[in-house]
Every structure is written in structure tokens, then in C-alpha cells.
């Protein structure tokens, strides 16, 4: 009788050991490394209460904004979703004042911390390769001085300070290996790469793929662009192997880095999208492209991939975008970056799952404010009374249970089998 109690108390135990470690055992996949830019240049877009609701069902817990929408940090408050927040270019002269900076971040961040999950700022976007030259040596002292006022607030653990930058910031970009930045950002990108580095901040770049094959679709794989099945290229000097662009980008920046010497700063895709329509000029623009683009970026990102050169860090990536904005200047692509339409239906399918009301979705008035970005875009497929997703698509069907979760099934497995064994001496 004594044995059997044992055994039964030592059963018990295992079963309670096993519940526990299947409690975190999550069915629904949530990325953590995938982001996405939520613009708000058009007059039609949906209340930030709408947004919240449609990120919260998509299961997407990080996006970037390009302002401090007062209404957008508020209605973010106490969703977990992390926010990054931007400070337009035309603001760097100000923020040369540590004390501007100081009111700055008092006004703009500090009433909606920590209820809104504000973990990075964007001091100005592609400023490095911006038409106002004069901004650029600007730029390093207004980031310091944003983040000194962080430090004086108690903030600085929290949130990270950096700038997104495009790809024209790389004198040379091909093969990976060869990456290195222009001449002339030498100076002012080493001491930028300093304050990175000293900070433990990211290196934020906006990398389209879709741009290089627009102008040069005959020299270019659109398969290697897509992320679809292609030979692939070979760094002649690592002798690492490429199989989309994406990858490719990122470590031209890590490689441009580390010839200045810095070896341990973290790279992330501030933006990268395709546009699902575009002028008659913009090869490659059509929604077929632009969801097999998101769908295959979104299956690596399931995968916490990283790049041929840093294969064990995950890439961080924010899509570009969540809405098609009808306000933004530019070519027809400009307006057709985004996953969903105003009203909240399908503009291209990239394998996420939603369903929000649209019943009163429409925002009472137009947003100003704008983006430096080099990309929006809009979309072209017909209105639903849902915005819905299958999570059955080939980018989440696969993913149901989360690569650590086999590892774990099998570790638990093994616990049982190996206590089942010792039940069976007692």
C-alpha cells in the first residue's frame, strides 16, 4: 500500500510538471521579431482605436508611427503593443538645445509612459541621404540629447534611441562583403555608430528590395527579390550563400560597420515592403508580388531567422505598411503599400489572421503628419464586410506550434518516460 501511495504522489507530480510547462504552450503563433508602420497620411483612415483592435487580432504586438499622435499613444495605453515613436527632420535644429530635447520628451513621451509601451524613437527618418544636407551634422547631437533626457528622466532603460536610414547611405552594397558607407558620412556615421554602440541601440535601415528590381527587372531575379526558391548568389569573399535580397542588404550594413570598426551593433529592417499597384513604369507593382513578398518575409520571420552573416540573431523587421494612404505625394506605388484598405479590407493576403467591425472606422479628420520614407502604397482588391486573413495560408500553416514548442514536447516526453521507468523500480 505504501508503494502504490508513493507511486501515485510521484505521478502526480510529473503530471503537475508537465501542466505547467505546457501553460506557455502557445498554438497561436506570435512573432516577435515582426513589426509593422502604421502611416496616417490620408483622410480616411480608421480610428487608432480600430488600428489597435485590428494589430491586437493579427497577433502583431510592434509597430512604428511617424509622429506622436497623441491619439494614437492613448489609445494605445495598456495594449502591450510596442510602440515606436518619430521626431520629424524639421525638429533636429531644436533638439540641439538639450533643453528643448529635455521639454521635448517631457511633453511628448513622458505623460504615456509606462502605459503606452514606447520602446524606441526615431530622431528624423533617412536624414543621412535627406535633400537638406544641413540637417545631417545636426543629426548626432539632437539623437544625444534625446537620449540625455531620457537618462535624466529614468527612461533610457526602456526606450532606445536611433534613426532610421536608407540604403543610399552605402557606397557599395554588392556583394555583401564589399559593404561600405559613402565618403563623405564617414565622420558623422562614426560618431553616430559610437553612441550605438555605448547605448546598445540599433541600426535602423529602410531596405526595399522591390526598388532594385523596378530598376533593373531584367538583371534582377524576381525570385531572389520574393524570397521564392532561386540559385541564390555566393559572397565571392565569405563564401556565404544569398538566397533573397533582404539578407543580402542587411549585411552590406553589418559589413559597412564593421570596417569602421564597429563589430556588435544590432541591425533592424525599420521598413521594407511591396507595393500591390503602381504606374505603368513601376515593373513588379501588382498585389500578386506584394503578398508573395510579406508572405515569405513573414514565414523567415516565423522561422527567427537571421542573416547569413549573423545566422543566431534573429532579424528584426517592420513591414511597410499597415494602410494604403491616398495623401501621400509621389507615384501610384506611394499609396499602395499597404496590407489593408481604409475600410479595413484585404488590399493583398500575406498569411495573418483578423477580423474587425467596420462599422464607424473612418477617422472625423485627415492626419498631418508626414514621412520621409521612400515608400506607401495603396491596394486593389475588392471591399469585404471583414478584414480577415486565413491563418490556414502556407506562411502560418506550418507554424501552428512554435519551433521551441517540439524541443520542449520532446524534453517533457522524455521526463515522463524516464520517471515512468522509476514508478516501475519503486
Known amino acids: ?15 503537475v510538471i508537465i501542466a505547467f510547462s505546457f501553460s506557455g504552450f502557445n ?14 497620411i490620408g483622410n480616411n483612415l480608421p480610428q487608432p482605436e480600430k488600428v489597435l483592435e485590428l494589430l491586437q487580432s493579427i497577433r502583431i504586438t510592434k509597430a512604428r508611427i511617424y ?32 533643453q528643448q530635447a529635455l ?17 524606441g524613437i526615431a530622431v528624423g527618418n533617412e536624414v543621412f541621404t535627406g535633400d537638406d544636407t544641413s540637417l545631417v551634422t545636426k543629426l548626432v547631437p539632437a ?26 547611405v552605402l557606397a557599395s ?4 562583403s564589399a559593404g561600405c558607407f559613402q565618403p563623405e558620412l564617414t565622420a558623422i556615421m562614426t560618431q553616430f555608430l559610437h553612441f550605438l554602440s555605448t547605448t546598445k541601440s540599433p541600426f535602423w535601415i529602410n531596405a526595399y528590395p522591390y526598388f532594385a528590381y523596378k530598376d533593373a527587372p531584367n538583371g534582377i531575379s ?18 556565404l550563400r544569398y538566397d533573397n535580397m533582404l539578407y543580402a542588404q542587411v549585411d552590406s550594413v553589418l559589413f559597412a560597420m564593421l570596417r569602421l570598426g564597429f563589430n556588435a551593433i544590432e541591425v533592424r529592417v525599420s521598413e521594407t515592403g511591396w507595393p500591390s499597384k503602381g504606374d505603368q513604369n513601376e515593373v513588379g507593382a501588382n498585389a500578386q508580388n506584394a503578398a508573395t513578398y510579406g508572405r515569405n518575409l513573414l514565414r523567415r520571420q516565423y522561422g527567427n531567422e537571421g542573416t547569413p552573416l549573423r545566422p543566431k540573431m534573429r532579424l528584426e523587421v517592420y513591414l511597410f505598411a499597415l494602410f494604403n494612404e491616398d495623401m501621400k505625394p509621389g507615384p501610384t506605388s506611394e499609396r499602395n503599400y499597404g496590407l489593408y484598405q481604409p475600410d479595413l479590407s484585404m488590399a493583398y493576403n500575406v498569411g495573418l489572421s483578423g477580423s474587425v467591425s467596420t ?33 490556414t495560408s502556407s506562411a502560418s500553416r506550418h507554424h501552428k506550434v512554435p519551433k521551441m514548442g517540439y524541443q520542449s514536447l520532446v524534453y517533457w516526453m522524455f521526463v515522463y518516460l524516464s520517471a515512468f521507468q522509476v514508478l516501475l523500480r519503486i
Open 1 to 15: 500500500m505504501v508503494i502504490l501511495f508513493k507511486r501515485i504522489a510521484l505521478l502526480h507530480i510529473i503530471l
Open 27 to 40: 498554438f497561436i503563433t506570435q512573432v516577435q521579431s515582426f513589426g509593422i508602420n502604421y502611416g496616417q
Open 67 to 98: 509622429d506622436t499622435n497623441p491619439q494614437i499613444l492613448t489609445a494605445f495605453a495598456h495594449s502591450g503593443v510596442e510602440l515606436s515613436v518619430t521626431i520629424a527632420n524639421d525638429m533636429l535644429d531644436v533638439l540641439m538645445d538639450p
Open 103 to 119: 521639454q521635448w520628451v517631457n511633453t511628448h513621451i513622458k505623460p504615456y509612459v509606462p502605459a503606452t509601451k514606447i520602446t
Open 143 to 168: 539623437i544625444i540629447n534625446v537620449h540625455g533626457a531620457l537618462v535624466q528622466l529614468g527612461l533610457d532603460q526602456y526606450i532606445q534611441v536611433s534613426t532610421p536610414s536608407s540604403l543610399a
Open 173 to 176: 552594397s554588392y556583394p555583401p
Open 222 to 239: 524576381l525570385d531572389y527579390v520574393l524570397f521564392n526558391p532561386n540559385a541564390g548568389m555566393i559572397d565571392p569573399y565569405t563564401k
Open 359 to 391: 462599422t464607424s472606422t473612418s477617422s472625423t479628420s485627415s492626419s498631418t503628419s508626414t514621412s520621409t520614407s521612400t515608400s506607401t502604397s495603396t491596394s486593389t482588391s475588392a471591399p469585404t464586410s471583414t478584414a480577415s486573413i486565413s491563418l
